[in-house]
C-alpha cells in the first residue's frame, strides 16, 4: 500500500494502516467459516467472484497482475491452460495470496473467476462445472409443456397429440427405447431433441411418456430395455454425445516422449511416480458425427486411499483434432470409477457418465 499523508502525516497514516490490516484480518477469520458454508451450497458466477475479489488488482493491474481486457497479458497467460492458471490461484503466486487473500472461495468459483477474466480479454473458454449445483432433471410433464407442446397439442406435421392413445398405440408397440431414439435422432419434420440441444435422454423418455399418458403417475416411466448389443466399454453415448475414453501409463509416455519433446511438457510435464495415467476424452455428435471442440471436460475419480482427485481435463489439438486430456494417479488393482462431466459450449447444464479401469 503507498502511504499518503492526507493531512496526518505519515506516522497517522502508517498506525491507521496496520489498525485496518489488523480489522481486516479478524473480519476475514470471522467470515472464512460461513463463506465456506455458503460455497459448498451455491457456487458464485465468475463474474461476481471478480467483482468482489480480483478487481482490486486485477482491475487496474495493480502489483503487476495482467489487467482485465488486456489481450496481450492474458493470452501469454492462458496458453497455460486452466489448470495451471487455477494452480497458482489456489496456492498463491507473487503478490497475490493464496485463493486470492480469500479462503472462503471454492476452487470452482477460483476458476470460474479466471475464466471470467480471460474470456474478458479477448478468450474464449468454457466455465467449469459445478459439483455443488446440480441442475436437477426436468419432469415429463414439464418438457412437454415447455417444448414439445409446440407441435403435439396440435399435431403440427403430424405429430401425434398429447394423450392422444389411438394416435401414439403404433409407435409404443416399437418400445419407448425406439421412440427416444427417433426423438434424439428428429424424425419427420421433428428436429434432433425436438429442436433443444439441451434435453437429456432421460428428459425426452419422460415427455414422450407423459404424451402417451398424461395422467400416469411419474414414477411410472418404464425403463430401458437391455440393450441387445454388448457396448464397448471405452465407449458411451450421453445427451447425443459419443464419448469415448482412453487411457494411457505415464511410464509408457515417459519412453515415448523425451524431456526435448514438446508432448512431454502437457499438463504440467509427465508425472515420475508411480501408478499414473493420462485419461482421454474423445467427444463427437451422435447425430452428425462432428468433433466437439468447445466443451469443458472434467474428470472426478474417488479412491479410498488417496482420496478424491477433480481436474480440468484440458484440450489438445492434433492434426486438426480436439481430444481432452490431464493425467491421474490410479493406484492399487482394484477397478477404478472414472466420472466424466460434459458440458457443451452454450450448454445450461452438465452431461455425466462413467467408465471403469483396472490396471
Known amino acids: 500500500m ?12 502508517v498506525g491507521a494502516t496496520k489498525l485496518l490490516a489488523a480489522t ?34 486485477h482491475g487496474t493491474g495493480a502489483n503487476g497482475a495482467p489487467k482485465i481486457g488486456d489481450k496481450n497479458a492474458w493470452s501469454a497467460r492462458s496458453t497455460r491452460g486452466l489448470t495451471a492458471l487455477s494452480g497458482n490461484a489456489l496456492s498463491g503466486i507473487r503478490k497475490m495470496p493464496p485463493h486470492g487473500g480469500n479462503p472462503g472461495l471454492s476452487d470452482i468459483e477460483i476458476k470460474r473467476a479466471i475464466v471470467y477474466m480471460v474470456n474478458s480479454s479477448g478468450g474464449n473458454w468454457v466455465p467449469p462445472i459445478s459439483k455443488t449445483a446440480r441442475v436437477e432433471e426436468r419432469s415429463g410433464e414439464q418438457v412437454v409443456k415447455t417444448i414439445c407442446f409446440k407441435c403435439h397439442e396440435t399435431g403440427v406435421q403430424g405429430a401425434p ?32 431433441r425436438g429442436g433443444e440441444a439441451n434435453l437429456t435422454d432421460t428428459e425426452i423418455l419422460a415427455a414422450i411418456t407423459y404424451m ?6 411419474a414414477e411410472q416411466v418404464p425403463a430401458a430395455p437391455a440393450a441387445a448389443v454388448k457396448q464397448d466399454p471405452n465407449h458411451q453415448i450421453v445427451d447425443g454425445m459419443d464419448v469415448y475414453f482412453g487411457v494411457t501409463s505415464a511410464e509408457s509416455l515417459r519412453k515415448e516422449h523425451p524431456r526435448t519433446d514438446p508432448e512431454s ?11 499414473y495415467y493420462h485419461l482421454n ?6 447425430v452428425t458425427k462432428a468433433e466437439i471442440k468447445d466443451a469443458h471436460v472434467e474428470i472426478r475419480v474417488p479412491d479410498p486411499t488417496i482420496g478424491e482427485q477433480i481436474k480440468t481435463v484440458e484440450p ?8 481432452y486430456g490431464n493425467y491421474f494417479q490410479l493406484p492399487g488393482q482394484y477397478p477404478h470409477t472414472i466420472i466424466v462431466l460434459i458440458r457443451k459450449a452454450g450448454a445450461s447444464r452438465a452431461s455425466e457418465t462413467r467408465f471403469a479401469f483396472r490396471q
Open 265 to 275: 511438457t502437457m499438463h504440467g510435464g509427465i508425472p515420475r511416480g508411480s501408478d
Open 316 to 323: 489438445m489439438a492434433f492434426n486438426n483434432s480436439v481430444s
Open 281 to 286: 476424452i474423445s467427444l463427437f455428435d451422435a
Open 2 to 13: 503507498n502511504k499518503q499523508t492526507d493531512g496526518v502525516g505519515n506516522r497517522g497514516v
Open 161 to 192: 397429440k398429447i394423450g392422444d392413445r389411438a394416435a401414439w398405440a403404433p409407435r409404443v408397440k416399437q418400445g419407448f427405447e425406439a421412440l427416444r431414439r427417433s426423438a434424439i435422432n428428429g424424425h419427420g419434420g421433428m428436429p434432433p
Open 212 to 217: 402417451w399418458n398424461p395422467a400416469a403417475p
Open 24 to 57: 481486516a484480518a479478524i473480519a476475514l477469520v470471522l467470515s472464512a467459516a460461513p463463506q465456506q458454508a455458503r460455497a459448498r451450497a451455491s457456487d458464485r458466477s465468475g463474474k461476481e467472484v471478480v467483482q468482489a475479489v480480483c478487481a482490486a488488482c
